[in-house]
Antibody
């Protein structure tokens, strides 16, 4: 079965760092883009950026560039999303999603279950 | 503010047909990039509904259809059912700069 399994919910304080993960299985991890999608409470979907694990080609949405770091370790078939200093406004559900094929503009056909991140003092 | 523009809400009675529009620009939909549609039912993860403008993945009822023209795309839902109530998002790709995936702001479908 093709699936993406994300790490568990996190509760952090402002200023703390955080790295969440997304492990792919059941398919060739290096042949599909992985996207990270933010959904703030009661709001819509925003793509933060995408990474191609095969060569680590990473494309950030401008509003997230410099705010987060997207990476992937193909040895572990896992993609990561990292913050160096969280803010309360980072409170959201974060989804990882797999592209159907090897093209950056492909649809996301498989979604992780989501990781809830809560940042509060 | 989303790159792709969708109406915030649409509604329809059971059995009716509704459409949801998605308007982009010359650097995304107008550049020829495919449009994809997702359904997010309350409390669930997004689900791919339509890919590559008009293709239905296996398991998606043929009540759902997609089309594209110029810088816009549309999702049509016929034979509306109560279980269709939820949020719908369009997605495309913006090839300006290094490229990025872009979503619409989402449309809440209410079945009356």
């Amino acid at each position: 079965e093709v699936q993406l399994v994300q790490s568990g919910a996190e509760v952090k304080k402002p200023g703390e760092s955080l790295k969440i993960s997304c492990k792919g299985s059941g398919y060739s991890f290096t042949s599909h883009w992985i996207g990270w999608v933010r959904q703030m409470p009661g709001k819509g979907l925003e793509c933060m950026g995408i990474i191609y694990p095969g060569d680590s080609d990473t494309r950030y949405t401008p509003s997230f560039q410099g705010q987060v770091t997207i990476s992937a370790d193909k040895s572990f078939s896992t993609a990561y999303l990292r913050w160096s200093s969280l803010q309360a406004s980072d409170t959201a559900i974060y989804y990882c999603a797999r592209s159907v094929g090897p093209t950056a503009s492909d649809a996301f056909d498989i979604w992780g279950q989501g990781t809830i991140v809560t940042v509060s003092s | 503010q989303s790159v792709l523009t969708q109406p915030p809400s649409v509604s329809g009675a059971p059995g009716q047909r509704v459409t949801i529009s998605c308007t982009g620009s010359s650097s995304d939909i107008g550049a020829g990039h495919d449009v994809h549609w997702y359904q997010q039912l309350p409390g669930t993860t997004p689900k791919l509904l339509i890919s590559d403008d008009s293709n239905r993945p296996s398991g998606v009822p043929d009540r759902f259809s997609g089309s594209k023209s110029g810088t816009s795309a549309s999702l049509a839902i016929t034979g509306l059912q109560a279980e269709d109530e939820g949020d719908y998002y369009c997605q495309s790709y913006d090839s300006s700069l290094r490229g990025r995936v872009v979503f619409g702001g989402g449309t809440k479908l209410t079945v009356l």
